[in-house]
């Protein structure tokens, strides 16, 4: 299926899309919750992922992170066609998701967690000397520095530092895409700017980043690129510099954007 | 867009609030002994106080009892070690129960389970009818009880029955089982373990066989100078790696600590206590409940199972995302809990030299999951270890054993173990409440 309405503008500088997918669709039952959806991230940006509730956003997630079997449509993982079937499958490309809750055991301290599922082991038994170290390397190289001990309980952090340790978690096994899920959402000032520099050193670490969010201050301060989706529809993507609030605001509550701004933020539904 | 540059070292803006400093275990942020100690204070004060309040409350009994018992005999040799063996029970029953706490579930039925695991090794040993080896007999107790767990955890985790009725009914099954396997045989429901029988004496040493005092005390060297090397050799590496450790004077006083109970055990062991002749000497269920409490503790705290098992009784939305196998954790967790109550079962058959329908399992069940709750094992999963059932266990046969002593009434010492079980859960839920205000702005 040719994206035959999208707009799709990229910087010439950026090449070959890390996922690319095309005519990606969903339902549930008698509700259809993505109509021929096109995405492109890019490795070393920040793509933000924005839309109404209900707009789709982590049904979309969750079919790229293998969660939901989508219904229709390609996925081209670095130009190569591939399946995702099953978290497993995400996990086995390198794609990460940090999902709104967390997913941390508070009774867990922060190495524990973050090997979680993974432990190394020598001899049969937990080689926490090694996972110990390998965290710390992880933490120092995000710059996660705020923490008293990286063995305290993760009951012990503050709201940004869980949210840090979270996508410490998701960067430790070399993935290439992370996907995050309102990473600002319940922070105060001072832990959303934490967050956010998180996120940027992510990029600049030449990761892709997907990042859902509501709060389009976050969204302008760190995202390369905006993709909105409007009831199970990207109506648009495009480089950050093609948007302003208003026209963000206009896709997202109403699928399309009256004034013309030069062509830049012009956008058509997509087809389904 | 602005790129804002991440500053070099960020102003500690997110520090976790005063709180919530105090949950940070004193001794992976303590440089010093004087250091660990004052954030120790911090963390008693704030509730979160591991194993204090349990070792506190048996200082507290034994001085009770000692100043009210007929002529101080609480802290004779011969009572402390009666004391254990009538705690011993209550011990392995509740070390079985941590593996359900932890998961933040529940089993009612180790009680009567283990008792039938008992009661299947007694009759398979009997000279007359099975005629089984020792050994061969405790297998199969054990593996029953193993089993019997297996169908529990299947019941639990493929049907998604809830674990508290699943083993109440349990519970009430095994009680029957445990009347007619009882019945069998011409022992008029009452299989005993005394006779020459050497199969029958292994079984009847488990709780009352004692070991030579010069073996113990080599064996109690070799083992403290074995745990003490591995203590302070992993303390040491951790350090020299610039890992998380605590001090070196905590780590002598850890194994001085060890040392010093490991010692005072033997030696009160050694001690004469018979009233007439000799009888002296490690009785054999010491090193059995420290084996069962040892190999637990490792599979608990230093495997991946382990691991798996404090994950999902944290959060088991977040394991299930890490790839755990839930259900298949949950039941082995209740095939160990069986398991270990079969070993209890053993005990306990041992204890009263055989078995008899008087066994009141549902009573044992209680005390097992007060011992637990008792030694620090949270209720609502997550928090706990195999230890704590051991000093539970203490508490509950120190009480026990005191009031037995005075001669006060069973309802009286119903009641105090009671309120003592009301202490314990109380300390437990303001430590939780501790914890859940200590973090503010949890997602």
Redesign the interface.
Known sequence: MEPVAQVVRDSPSTGEPLLKLRGVEKHFGPVQALYNVDLDLYAGQITALCGDNGAGKSVLTKCIAGIYQVDHGEFLWEGHPVHIHTPRDSAKLGIETVYQDLALADNLDIVQNMFLGRERLRNGLLNEDDMERAASQTLATLRVTTVRSIRQPVASLSGGQRQSVAVAKAVMWNSKLVMLDEPTAALGVVQTKMVLDLVRRLRDRGLAVMMISHNLNDVFEVADRIAVLYLGRMVVQDRTSAFDRQSVVEYMTTGGFRQAQGGNGEAKHGSS | ????E?PE??P??????EA??V???PE??AQSLGEWFRAWLARVRAGQSGVLPVIVGLLLISIVFTAISPSHLYLSAGNLVNLFQQSAVFMVLAMAETFALLLGEIDLSVGYVGATGGVIAVQLAQPVTAKWPWWGAIIAAVLVCGMVGALWGTLITRLRLSSLIVTLAGGLIFNGVLLIVLAVGPFSGYPSLTGNNPNLQVLYKLMWGTIDPTISWIAMAVIVGALGFLLWFTDN??RR?G??APPVSLTLLKIALIAIVAIAVVAICSINRANIGTLVGVPWVIPIVLAVLAVWT?LLQ???FG?YV??I???R???R????KVGTVVTWCFVLCSFTAGIGGLLYASYLGGMSNNVNGGQLVLYAIAAAVIGGTSLFG??GKVLHGVLGGLVIGGIYNGMYLLSIDVQWQFIVTGLVLLVAVTIDALSRRG?TS??????
Do not use: F, K, Q, W
């Open positions: 867009m602005a790129r804002v991440a070292s960020l500690d803006p997110t520090a976790a609030p919530a400093i949950e940070v275990p992976l942020v590496h951790r790696s890992l998380v490792v230093r495997t991946r691991r404090y994950a009784g944290g959060n939305e977040a394991a995302r890490a790839g755990i997550g928090r914890a200590g973090s503010t702005a949890r997602v």
